[in-house]
């Protein structure tokens, strides 16, 4: 069974500092994986998506990668603000069609 | 503007009073899907649909309803609300690249 796990759980940071928010997950029979970005009570926005086949991708300030055989993820966020506030989910799509979350990293970036 | 809708955002509702959430996507996705959200135990797939008649169960389906005539909508059905399901729903659309699309949300209390 498929099993995402995050780390860490909760991370309080000040503004501008670069960041690390790590996912690992058990089986590497995945489609893709993907980042999200959700903020208290609301829905979930996408932030990046990498194919199986891909190493990385870049939107602006994020960056994240991935590493199928070793089953591990990373989201990198440049430059921090205050606005990055929120929680950041990881979710590994499965042969079998499934989309796996993990727990959440909840990020609060201090002004 | 490619998006999925949801209707109500917010109910509150007795127990037992069947109600239906409403969801909608334009992208002419064929997969979509129902997810719950709750504290501890992350987002839990409901049902899913991979395309128009064509539905099945996901990890906590008991309880819920759906049907797909048409493409573009994926109704929830609870017949008997009860207060265990209480929680935040999603509905989400798939893209033919495996990039989920999420709604913004159905905020559902039962008494």
């Known amino acids: 069974k498929q099993e995402v796990t995050q780390i860490p759980a909760a991370l309080s940071v000040p503004e501008g500092e670069n960041l690390v928010l790590n996912c690992s997950f058990t089986d590497s029979a995945i489609y893709n994986l993907q980042w999200f970005r959700q903020d208290p009570g609301k829905g979930l926005t996408s932030l990046l998506l990498i194919q199986s086949s891909q190493r990385e991708q870049t939107s602006g300030r994020l960056n994240a990668s991935l590493d199928k055989s070793s089953g591990r993820s990373t989201l990198y966020i440049a430059a921090s603000q205050p606005g990055d506030s929120a929680t950041y989910l990881c979710a590994v799509l499965e042969y079998g069609n499934k989309l796996v979350f993990g727990a959440g990293t909840i990020l609060r970036v201090k002004s | 503007e490619a998006q999925v809708t949801q209707n109500p955002r917010y109910l509150i509702t007795v127990t037992g009073k069947k109600l239906t959430v409403t969801c909608s996507q334009n992208?002419?996705?064929?997969?979509m899907s129902w997810y719950r959200q709750d504290p501890g135990l992350g987002l839990r797939q409901i049902y899913y649909?991979?395309?128009?008649?064509?539905?099945d169960k996901g990890d906590v389906p008991e309880g819920y309803k759906v049907s797909r005539k048409e493409k573009r909508n994926f109704p929830l059905i609870l017949e008997s609300p009860s207060p265990n399901q209480t929680s935040l729903y999603f509905c989400?659309?798939?893209?033919?690249?495996?990039?989920?699309?999420f709604g913004p949300g159905t905020r559902l209390t039962v008494t």
């Open positions: 992208m002419n996705h064929e997969y």
């Open positions: 649909s991979m395309n128009v008649e064509v539905t």
């Open positions: 989400a659309s798939r893209s033919f690249s495996y990039e989920q699309y």
